[in-house]
T-cell receptor
């Protein structure tokens, strides 16, 4: 049981580039979410999904897209990277209130 | 105003001390609450859920006051290994999870 996995662990992008952060879980959880964590700001919800085919926006969705074609996978796409998107990104799945987080992706946009 | 607010600390305490963290939430519709622990450069992990009647897990006690919209975490007999950031979390509507910015704790020998 791998839990929640994220790739890549580290990424450097140039302004304007696009990329996809991968997230997968093997616990058959319906609910998955993406957060970004910045110093002094805590974790902020970007997008979430309550099941395959269903996604919704969180607190800070601008500049990000998500899709949920399967229960297992919940990729996060950065459409045109900006320096303000430099952050640590965490994916999580949830069961009965408890969230299980992946190890995070550290993204730097120059 | 943030929906979930915590004192950022840091709290610097000696081993064996008792330390308390407080958290307030602004959305009265929030129905479930949790404390998470996050070690440096690691992902958050659930420490404990918070129930209206208060709950205890070993050296940790969590309390919820719905009237004051206030949550607390008490750590007794602090250990060096308790050094971490503690995140207060509110769940609203079954879907919306809001994290506080976290309170940093340093326990020193």
């Amino acid at each position: 049981n791998a839990g929640v996995t994220q790739t890549p662990k580290f990424q450097v992008l140039k302004t304007g580039q696009s990329m996809t952060l991968q997230c997968a879980q093997d616990m058959n959880h319906e609910y998955m979410s993406w957060y970004r964590q910045d110093p002094g700001m805590g974790l902020r919800l970007i997008h979430y999904s309550v099941g395959a085919g269903i996604t919704d926006q969180g607190e800070v969705p601008n500049g990000y897209n998500v899709s949920r074609s399967t229960t297992e996978d919940f990729p996060l796409r950065l459409l045109s990277a900006a320096p303000s998107q430099t952050s640590v990104y965490f994916c999580a799945s949830r069961h009965s209130g408890e969230q299980y987080f992946g190890p995070g992706t550290r993204l730097t946009v120059t | 105003r943030k929906e979930v607010e915590q004192d950022p600390g840091p709290f610097n305490v000696p081993e064996g001390a008792t330390v308390a963290f407080n958290c307030t939430y602004s959305n009265s519709a929030s129905q479930s609450f949790f404390w998470y622990r996050q070690d440096c450069r690691k992902e958050p992990k659930l420490l404990m859920s918070v129930y209206s009647s208060g709950n205890e897990d070993g050296r940790f006690t969590a309390q919820l006051n719905r009237a004051s919209q206030y949550i607390s975490l008490l750590i007794r007999d602090s250990k060096l290994s308790d050094s971490a950031t503690y995140l207060c979390v509110a769940l609203t509507g079954g879907f919306k999870t809001i994290f506080g910015a976290g309170t940093r704790l340093f326990v020193k020998a």
